[in-house]
């Protein structure tokens, strides 16, 4: 059997936060449903990562929706990511 595909949106309240300042990292994961072409919600447990490093773990609504917030101590640039764990068919 072959995967399916997923995707991550991701938007973020503040992409140059003040330091201290708690950001808001919000989106939807979809998985494709090839017979109907589209992309349709999925729930599932994603991952936070900051420079590699996982930070917490959360899962998207029966919509596919989810939002996650934290707060950055140090000013610099950070690498963000949004991580799916999936699943025996996804």
């Given at each position: ?11 973020t ?21 090839g017979?109907?072409k ?10 936070l ?42």
């Amino acid at each position: 059997m072959a995967k399916s595909r997923t995707r991550i949106s991701l938007h973020t309240s503040d992409k140059k936060p003040s330091v201290g300042e708690e950001v808001t990292f919000s989106g939807y994961l979809q998985v494709y449903d090839g017979r109907l072409k589209r992309w349709d919600p999925l729930k599932g447990k994603l991952m936070l990562f900051i420079d590699g490093i996982k930070i917490r773990e959360f899962s998207s609504d029966n919509y596919g929706c989810f939002e996650v917030k934290h707060t950055f101590r140090i000013p610099k640039r950070y690498d963000v990511e949004i991580r799916y764990d999936g699943s025996a068919k996804t």
